[in-house]
T-cell receptor
């Protein structure tokens, strides 16, 4: 079974540009979660998509947005990039119904975004 | 909201036992997870607790006390490959909130 795949592995942008990151969940998983892992801050929750809808978002400005496609893959867009957006962006997938049972999130290896 | 605290770093010797603590305050609790993350890699699932008590899985065990808002991860017979960051995460109603992680360094 293929795991969660993310692309690109590394991305270098300059301030003010836009970045697009992609995620393909495990087959059978309908939920996709995005987290930002900046140095010293741990994993910060960004967005949760399920069945094509945004279900929840973390405490991030609106320039962080995304969408989920009919095949459950997802895209994270970051507009007007700032230096502090430099981080590892992790995508995780899970079965629907996060709040039930040991519904475990499986993570991808992440996309490393560097903003110069 | 949720607040999760765990030590920043710990060191231990190969073959020893180490306990990584996690305390949390949460407005909703629906389970506690531990993940392991090696440098440059994805976090991988280690354990899940939703009821009080100890869950054992090979060399790793995890304990939960909901009344105290406290969990620990116990690693026995430490190996060099256990050097990694250990992430405590609390599941609320619709999200999984992570602590900052504990970096464990195992030395020979």
């Amino acid at each position: 079974e293929a795991g969660v795949t993310q692309s690109p592995t590394h991305l270098i942008k300059t301030r003010g540009q836009q970045a697009t990151l992609r995620c393909s969940p495990i087959s059978g998983h309908t939920s996709v979660y995005w987290y930002q892992q900046a140095l010293g801050l741990g994993l910060q929750f960004l967005l949760w998509y399920d069945e094509g809808e945004e279900r929840n978002r973390g405490n991030f400005p609106p320039r962080f947005s995304g969408r989920q496609f009919p095949n459950y893959s997802s895209e994270l867009n970051v507009n007007a990039l700032e230096l502090e957006d430099s981080a590892l962006y992790l995508c995780a997938s899970g079965r629907r119904g996060l709040s039930s049972g040991a519904n475990v999130l499986t993570f991808g290896a992440g996309s490393r975004l560097t903003v110069l | 909201g949720q607040n999760i605290d765990q030590p920043t770093e710990m060191t231990a010797t190969e073959g020893a036992i180490v306990q990584i603590n996690c305390t949390y305050q949460t407005s909703g609790f629906n389970g506690l997870f531990w993940y392991q993350q090696h440098a440059g890699e994805a976090p991988t699932f280690l354990s899940y607790n939703v009821l009080d008590g100890l869950e054992e899985k090979g060399r790793f065990s995890s304990f939960l006390s909901r009344s105290k808002g406290y969990s620990y991860l116990l690693l026995k017979e430490l190996q060099m490959k256990d050097s990694a960051s250990y992430l405590c995460a609390v599941r609320g109603y619709s999200t999984l909130t992570f602590g900052k992680g504990t970096m464990l360094l195992v030395s020979p």
